[in-house]
């Protein structure tokens, strides 16, 4: 089954398929150009540390339920099952996400990590050779910003599986579907490098865009969608590992 225009179930489908990709696409390319909401004029010395923890777990929780969980992997199977009218098995099947071959896409994922940071060292030279100061090619400060170190953890370490299911698997199947595999490829890293804009700084943006474009290859090499999810989540781990052992021993 297709999508049809006369199913109130299908179009109900597309607009919230349509309001996701507004949330991970539209609005970190207005919050690139928006003006910074200034924090200076907030008096924290009379805000207690426990309303603080309240809120963190507040925004971690409606980080990963409403952004990891409702968008990146509702909204798929939500097509999927209204739309397409697959089973459960057969969703899997569509975004590669299998038990045969189990142990080779982990293996590949460990070893697609270590391409990751490749690409990264290489294009951080890159960046460094124009004068970019490497700090900004990150949006870890950002997330310090909102979260503690813990709760990055819990973030960095979840967020890809649903990422990965929306990007490399649903988006990567019906593009791929559409337009072929190249463009499927293309597209879906811009769009993953546009959902990780931040204010003013598109570096990091560029960075996650060419990772992107790398994790999706693997899983149209390898055939399957663990392989992504297992280099995201390694990458992402050791990134900020890195980043926070950088930050406490190098001045």
């Not at 299998?98 to 060292?121: P, S």
């Not at 290489?122 to 460094?128: C, H």
Request: cysteine-free; proline content about 3%.
């Amino acid at each position: 089954m297709d999508f049809t225009i006369k199913k109130p179930a299908h179009i109900f489908s597309l607009l919230i398929l349509i309001f996701t990709l507004i949330i991970v696409v539209i609005l970190p390319i207005i919050s690139y150009f928006s003006v910074p909401i200034s924090t200076e004029s907030i008096d924290t010395d009379n805000i207690s540390e426990s309303y603080w923890v309240f809120v963190e777990i507040f925004v971690l929780i409606l980080q990963i339920l409403i952004v990891a969980i409702g968008m990146f992997i509702v909204v798929p199977l939500l097509w999927y099952r209204v739309v397409n009218n697959y089973t459960f098995k057969e969703i899997l099947s569509r975004i590669k996400l299998r038990k045969e071959g189990m142990d080779m896409a982990i293996l590949w994922g460990f070893l697609t990590v270590i391409v990751m940071f490749a690409f990264l060292f290489i294009i951080g030279i890159f960046l460094t050779f124009y004068g970019v100061t490497l700090d900004d090619s990150s949006n870890i400060t950002d997330l310090e910003q909102i979260f503690s170190l813990p709760s990055i953890f819990i973030v960095v370490a979840l967020q890809p599986i649903g990422e990965e299911i929306f990007f490399r698997g649903f988006l990567l199947d019906k593009i791929n579907a559409i337009y072929g595999r190249e463009t499927a490829l293309i597209a879906t890293s811009i769009l993953f490098g546009i959902a990780h804009l931040t204010y003013g700084n598109i570096y990091p943006a560029i960075m996650t865009g060419v990772l992107g474009l790398l994790l999706a290859y693997m899983v149209v090499k390898t055939k399957s969608l663990t392989t992504a999810i297992v280099a995201h989540i390694l990458f992402n781990l050791l990134s900020v590992s890195l980043y926070i052992f950088g930050k406490s021993f190098i001045p």
